[in-house]
């Protein structure tokens, strides 16, 4: 086998019917339901419609010591029973930077985001504690820490689809050799934000989810989390542990259609299918079942069976949905099928398909009926979200015989990426939104007209901001009947993607060979709290739709590949400070794979008044914000930072093309830090990956003219950096220049994107590296850093364009 | 409330209810598709009216089914409210 085929060592589930896989698949057969009464919270509107909902303690699974969202509890408890599974106890340590975890989430902490405002709306009580892990991010973080991953680690919101595309990013990260082992699986609790918003859609069946039957009405909500263990043939092999599965094939696609009905033709749920055939090297013939979306929904089940009947023809695979049984746990039921996908390779199948009655003739298509237990050689998963972000993964068994695998290379190193050229830019930023003009400012020590009081609606204070300005180019780039439903974050955002791929030759290329990849801490905020307000406020409230697709994170990049028609890979990544650079990975490796001929890669967050109240209280935001700093090193020793916000996309394309490039990317690493024992961040260890990662892309660290940092004026934050950038001139054998960007566009989860727009600047000649260099000094190569608050790190290195 | 009337106060809760800016009261036909072509509403829009007829007349939609007749224009639908509302 292949040094760098993905395998699967280990499987975890926690969910309705079992807290582990083997219950769980055990149920499955049994035919066990975990249909049953809302009892988390009180819903005097959806009450009635059964969930799938955990009813074991969960804290006392975790035994007591996790601090998290009830949505991070599960995740934990997945990934530990996933390790466990594979042998590897509750420690990846000795991997080192080779272990990596990618989790799917769509709601995160969002049950006690929304205990925080029902406190503020009700008593007027300020329980700020409430909103520590509303991030998604939060379970991805708090595993890593807990079982000492210092690998790639990141954050998909996808949303129905974020467990599988988790998948499918391991699976790249393994055959690209950036890791050798990848943990990948998702998470998602209940809470009132999901089951008011897919009840304002009319999509909960008040009797449960019958998945592809005649009377189908919707879905049922579930919970839960699952995690795999995808390691490299080679690492199982070297560690001697058995191989349960291949991870053969996956196919990541965008209907671009709408904000959350399928596209009724099915036509991306195809593409996905049929490209991970195509990856898998299999014919339609050589699948053994199918384990579909079928989330019961009229519109879902409509798609993906006119998709299966198009590549399959007239001789049908088994097909079967779990969700009749398990609901739809949204971000984990991705994960949890591909788990169950695996145990069928395990133990034969296919399961029966649960609550399936009677024949839609429509649909064409009866679900199993009974339960087999044939051997499986290859697997089908289906898993599609809003927005059209569709993933097809293939699990085959570990002796089927097969195609040799497509994967090249070997060995441990990460392949050398051929570099990219970055063809096209749009910004919304404090500073302008032309990209010359942010250049211009860019330039000039003193740009400071961004500067803006405003008032924090919460604690009385008033905060300085640097903001966008409110007339960023909406009216003029995007159609009313699209502006009037969308959030400010993501008008910016589709702005910027337009901006990024004004004059290029997009159309030529083909709608499915484009991707678009975006980064954001948080999303719309503003939107999730437009919802879940006037249902915390009154049980019985009746929410705005619109809002509630508005508030899924991954409105961002669906939204994008909808106004400029990409139906490439859609990835929308939710990981604090490293979401850009994360995103601008997964964009970088849908070209360097071959699938896409264009990437639409950015990131994007808006200032939104719970952030910060939220942040005035944790005393992140400075009270008293000297104007004027210089663009060099801003280490004023300040402790505190000013917030902001953007958006800024970037057009890629493979290096070396015809058109002309402001500039390339020659390398993009992500992963985590680590700290000594008074929390110190090893820096001589981090100096030593910066070096490897631009090493193993032909890069000498002493090439190097200028590194930029996401220094923003908290002493914590800034020294960390100071002592990173200090190691790295210890190992270039000279000191580097070390500037920031944050003076220029705030404090935000994805700044580093207007950072990496700084750098393009600076290394085409539109910036003036006056300010950072000795005057008359070149600046050909500028590297990128990254830290976030919670222990994840990237790398990014710009250089100017045809530079060897 | 006569029909027309009550197509009038429509066409202003319609307006508010899905932001329509730039559009008047006058400027919309009341026998005219309220969908695809017309205002360019979309399957969302059709929710968003779901609920403005909850809000606004206590009217409780359970079933897209029902909106394809009382969506079929602002006519249909004042139509649809007086036969439903709650006196």
Known sequence: MNDRVPVITGTGILCSVGDDSESVWQALIRGDSGLGPLTLFPSARHGLAPVAEVTADVDQLCGGAVRGSRSDKLAYLAVRQALADAGLGSSLGSFGNRAGLVLGATVGGVLGSEEFLGGLLRRNVRRYGKLRHHECASATDLCAKAFHCFGPTTTLSTACSGGAMALALAGRLIESGAADVVIAGGCDSLCRLTVNGFGSLLLLDPTGCRPFDLKRAGISLGEGAAALVVESARSAARRGVPVLARLTGWGCTCDAFHATAPDSEGDGAYRAMAGALRRAGLEPAAIDHVNAHGTGTPGNDVAESRAIRRLFGSTLPPVLSTKGLLGHTLGASGAIDAVLCVKSIEHGGPPASPRFENLDPELGLAPVRTTRAEPQSHVMNNAFGFGGNNVSLIFSRPSAPGPASPCPGGGSAPTRTARISIVGLGVVSPLGNAADSVFAACSCAGATACLREISAPLPADRVLVHACSDEFGAREAIAAGRRRKLERIQLMTLVAAKGSCRGLPLEKAGSDRICVAMGTGLGSTAATAAFVEPVMADDNAVPSPQKFTNAVHNALASQVAMEITARGLNSTVTHRETSFESALWHGTQEIAAGNSEYAVVGGADELTPYLLSAGARWGWWDENTPPLRPLSANLSRRQRAIPGEGAVVFCLTPGGGALPALAEVACVAFGRFATDEQGRIEAEREAGWIEDELANQGIALPQIDLVLTGTNGQLALDDKYVAVVAALGRKAGRSFRHGGYKHLCGEYHTASAFGMAMAVGLVSQSVSPDALLSPGAACRMVLLYTLSGEGTRAITCIVQTGLP | ?87
Do not use: C
């Open chain 2, 1 to 87: 409330m006569s029909i027309e009337e009550q197509i009038e106060d429509l066409k202003v809760k319609i307006i508010a209810a899905l932001d329509l800016e730039d559009v008047t009261p006058g400027d919309i036909d009341p026998d005219a598709p309220l969908f695809q072509e017309g205002l360019g509403l979309d399957s969302i829009d059709a929710l968003e009216l779901v609920v403005m007829l909850e809000k606004e007349y206590k009217i409780s939609v359970k079933d897209m089914e029902v909106t394809k007749k009382a969506f079929a224009s602002v006519r249909a639908l004042a139509l649809f409210v007086t036969e439903h509302q709650h006196p």
